[in-house]
């Protein structure tokens, strides 16, 4: 009878062991790995939904915990979840980034051509072989990506306001595309007659779809601001804002890592640096200045 | 005027070829015609469609000055295939300046549709002409787009014109497609029917063109030769046919009738010339003969003298005879016929039939004595019987046949001898006409002048290989 009884006793205690790791690991679970929500905006060519989901499991892997994208239609909707919290990160353009500190502050900068900078660039479609200036393009239909978007809309405002030219009586109309991707779709189909694009994406389409770029001419490109960067939330513990920037950072280390990066025509990311953005904030004092 | 002469075989065939082209061009065009404002009216609606699909979208975008999402939904209002993609959409705002098109490269936003040519120009008029709330179809006469004006309403008012324009040239493509499929269905139509429509034209003027051919022949050939299988029936053909059919029954029996009174008459004077010469050789004749009787009487002949009268008196009776024989006299002094006087011909015949062992029916009807004189009447059916006998081989067929048929005596005569040619058939109741060596050649003659006197007729007829000779004599009444 002893026999028996001692083996029913073993069992008793591998199952109450069982139990408790399972709890203790929950217990992990629930504290720990709530999941990380990152948003994204047009900052760069955010239509390559199976690239993102890729780019997801990723960084989830690297994390050890769920991750997830969140996309919506403006830099703005995106920018103000950020603001509320209710994103953990977000890919923002500079211009916002300025604008909404301190509430945010920088995770990581992108590394392109191996430099956390990047230019905007004035396109007209190639047909027009005359226009060599922005002034050229007085009284015509002009693009803008979006509002908030500092290579997109800033810089030529700006860029017209040093001039000492009111922008917004300048054009003979203008309209947003909401990604800089369709401003140089706008500007190659004709819709306007020159439009304002982030120098990064129209690089990178350049090789992606040269059939697209190549229907529009580069006019002007302005001067370097730095890149748009990966802002978090000012309410993300600095334990999780140090891991979520670690992940990124160390991208450029593994094979999947660069094989991503490659894709986004990117060469890896640096935790970077607030003064990067001090060419938007003179942008940004100037034009509202000129809006005053 | 070649046509005008041209045969009927080949007229009426193509005649009808002739229609069924006709026809199959006129259908065609019509198909065609039909196919075509089909095709016009369905890009009509295939435009009012896509506009209906664009104002659930486009005025929002207009109230909102959202030219970018205005450009996004014309542009995927584009569909994949070639007329698609030549399709024309042009959003005009409310002072009919273009919002934003399909083709901005033709029309830029902002431009007004009088700076890009005359055509255009014509449009906007016509467009700022008629404000409306429905859509309808603007086609210009010398324009090389036919377009659809569609109004953009918000709220019950037109915030802006959308003009779907699908250039003429369009329908070039679609409209000779159409013609080719019709013309090869209408060929194949007309490859079955033309052989049949020849084949009945041809089957349609066969008769005709037969009893052209025969009636061709009518007057070219004896009557005889002229047999046509014509196809009798109630329609018009048949019925000519038919006619066609009783004329030449007619011509035959006129010149049957024409031959008939030539050989009659042509009797007729035979007989008063031989009753004439008769008549003047009997008086000369009686006169030598009493001569002569007067000298044997009176005179002394001697043996010479007496042996050369009685020559002359030979030669001289034989002129007598061959003369009365020649003039057939109805005798009155006759009696009635009886059924007796036809059975004594019989016997008659019964040694020249017995040593030729020819088969002789005997057929006679008469079962009482009729109004006719038996003499003459028994010298027709003897010389008749004769003669048949004759004309038949050895053991070959006669049959005589009399009877009474109404007012009429008839005597039918039948021998299985050759025919008779054509040559002696004109001239079979002339006097010396000879059929064998043995005969006067008056037989016939004699019996042709003994029925025409007792107002009967004769005829000759072939019947299964049979002569026959009929004769018709009319009854007197008793008295």
Known sequence: MTRPRAAWYRALFRLLLAAMLLSLSQAQAGGEGKGFKVGLTAVFLDNQTSFIRQWEKYLARRLGEPFEFVQRQSYREITQMLAKGQLDAAWICGFPYVRYRPRIRLLAVPLYHGEPLYQSYLIVPASDHVTRDIEDLRGRVFAYSDPDSNSGFLVPQVELLRRGIEP???????????????????????????????????????????????????????RRYGFPPFAASATLDQRRFERLQQVLLGMSDDAEGRRLLQKLNLDGFTSGDDSLFDGIREEVALFERGKR | MILGNLSYRYKVPMMLSATILL?????????????????????FRNAVEVGSVLSNTLPAALKHDDLWLAYQIIGAAKVDGESESERLLIVLDDEYRVYVSNRPDLFPVMSELRTQGEQLAKVEREVKRRPTLTPYSLELPDSDHIFTVIPMIDDGIAIGTLLIGYPRSLFLPRFLGIVRRVAYSSLIVLAVLLPIGWYLGNRAVKPLSQLAHCLGRVGSAPLEAVDCQLEEGRDEIGQLGVSFRQMLLELREKEQLEQEMVASERLAAIGRLAAGVAHEINNPLGGMLNAINTYRRHGVPDELAGRTLSLIERGLNQIGDTVSALLVEARSESHRLTPQDIDDVYMLLQPDVQRRSIRLGWENCLDTTVGLPSTQVRQVLINLALNAVQATTDRGDVSCRVETSGRLLRIAVANSGDEIGPEQMQRLFEPFTHFNEEGSGLGLWVTYQIVKQLDGRIDVARREGRTVFSVDLPLRTAA
């Open chain 2, 23 to 43: 026809t199959g061009i006129v259908v065609s065009i019509a198909l065609t015609w039909r196919t075509f404002a089909d095709l016009r009216a369905d890009l």
């Open chain 1, 168 to 222: 917004a009586r300048f054009f003979g109309k203008t309209f947003f595309t909401w990604s800089h991707r369709d401003v140089v779709v706008a500007v190659a189909d004709g819709v306007a007659q020159g439009g304002a694009v982030d120098g990064y994406v129209w690089d990178t389409l350049s090789q992606t779809h040269p059939q697209l770029t190549n229907r529009t001419r580069v006019v002007a490109r302005s």
